[in-house]
């Protein structure tokens, strides 16, 4: 069965520091995974994804992540972190027909000014 | 384009009545689904449509049913509404019937209290 674990249900960091918010997944076959991010009361915005091609992957805003295959990870990451970037983040890998979407629990990112 | 459009905003049912989220979109997209989230469990995926007349189940099924007569319209029926269907519940859509790479659209929410 396929899954995916995000390690933190919260992070916090200060304003202009790196961020990192960490997945591992789970799946018996080369999976997609995705990153989408959920503002407050809004609906979700896709980040970035894996599709098998290049490891690393950028995504909007300044966020990147890249896809281990040996440590079956996809963190993501950023090298400064804005106020903006205040909001709920998930991982998601796809099912092996490619129909389904499984979330991970989520990680709550908060930025101190 | 509005996107994916969900209606309504909120909604408050008591326990044993009916009622239909209404889900539409305006991409011509072939594959549209519901997910309902819950405080710590993410998204979880209630039914999905690869196209008109297409419906499947995803994780979550019981007690929702969905039909697709149209491309744009995915609705999604609380049949007995229970106090566990208390949710906030998203619509999303992607161009591809087969979405292992596609980048899915989300509606705005649906938030459901049943008393």
């Known amino acids: 069965a396929q899954s995916v674990t995000q390690l933190d249900s919260h992070v916090s960091v200060s304003e202009g520091t790196p961020v990192l918010l960490r997945c591992n997944y789970s799946?018996?076959?080369?999976?997609?995974l995705f990153w989408y991010v959920q503002h407050p009361n809004k609906g979700l915005q896709l980040l970035l994804k894996y599709t098998s091609a290049a490891t690393l992957v950028k995504g909007i805003n300044g966020f990147e992540a890249e896809f281990k295959k040996s440590e079956t990870s996809f963190h993501l990451t950023k090298p400064s972190a804005h106020m903006s970037d205040a909001a709920e983040y998930f991982c998601?890998?796809?099912?092996?027909?490619?129909?389904?979407?499984?979330f991970g629990t989520g990680t709550s990112l908060t930025v101190i000014p | 384009n509005a996107g994916v459009t969900q209606t309504p905003k909120f909604q408050v049912l008591k326990t044993g009545q009916s009622m239909t989220l209404q889900c539409a979109q305006d991409?011509?997209?072939?594959?549209m689904s519901w997910y309902r989230q819950d405080p710590g469990m993410g998204l979880r995926l209630i039914h999905y449509?690869?196209?008109?007349?297409?419906?499947d189940q995803g994780e979550v099924p019981n007690g929702y049913n969905v039909s697709r007569s149209t491309t744009e319209d995915f609705p999604l029926r609380l049949l007995s509404a229970a106090p566990s269907q208390t949710s906030v519940y998203f619509c999303?859509?992607?161009?591809?019937?087969?979405?292992?790479?596609?980048?899915?659209?989300f509606g705005p929410g649906t938030r459901l209290t049943v008393l």
């Open positions: 998601v890998v796809n099912s092996n027909t490619g129909n389904q979407f499984y």
């Open positions: 999303a859509s992607s161009y591809s019937p087969s979405v292992g790479t596609d980048t899915q659209y």
């Open positions: 799946s018996s076959y080369s999976p997609s």
């Open positions: 449509s690869v196209g008109a007349g297409i419906t």
């Open positions: 991409m011509n997209h072939e594959y």
